[in-house]
């Protein structure tokens, strides 16, 4: 697991996030990028809502990164009410290669994949922002002349 303070460019401080990974997860990156795409860019509290109640087996580990990366964002200052998960992503690790006895002597190759996970959560901006009244549009039977 680990923490990056902040986002810069040319030397400016743009916002803080907090990072949080999981490597080695032996489950197909396929089958996990189905649940990590549900919770893009949800609020952390929607996230740990939906990954409690997923029956994909993917859906465990995630929900343990998310709270570490949540505990990561409160200890670097955060406000835990206004995070959002900023980017998921599911990235193939190594693979498992094993063989399956078949018919007249072969045998077939088994991958069993694995997954790395990286996450990253932002505070979410609370400005407000104002709202433009809406354009009114005249037909040309509507003006009188």
Do not use: C, W
């Amino acid at each position: 697991m680990s923490i990056a303070k902040e986002k810069s460019e040319n030397g400016k401080i743009i916002e803080k996030v907090a990072k949080a990974t999981l490597k080695y997860l032996k489950i197909a990156p396929r089958k996990t990028r189905r649940v990590a795409d549900i919770i893009k860019g949800m609020p952390i509290s929607e996230a740990e809502s939906e990954l409690l109640f997923r029956p994909q087996r993917a859906s465990g580990p995630i929900l343990k990164l998310v709270r570490s990366a949540k505990k990561n964002a409160e200890n670097i200052g955060l406000n835990k009410d206004n995070l959002i998960i900023d980017e998921i992503r599911v990235d193939k690790g190594p693979m498992l290669k094993r063989s399956m006895p078949r018919a007249k002597g072969r045998a077939t190759m088994i991958q069993k994949k694995m997954s790395h996970i990286f996450l990253t959560i932002k505070e979410k901006d609370v400005k407000k922002r104002k709202r433009k009244a809406p354009s009114v549009k005249f037909i040309k039977s509507d003006i009188k002349k």
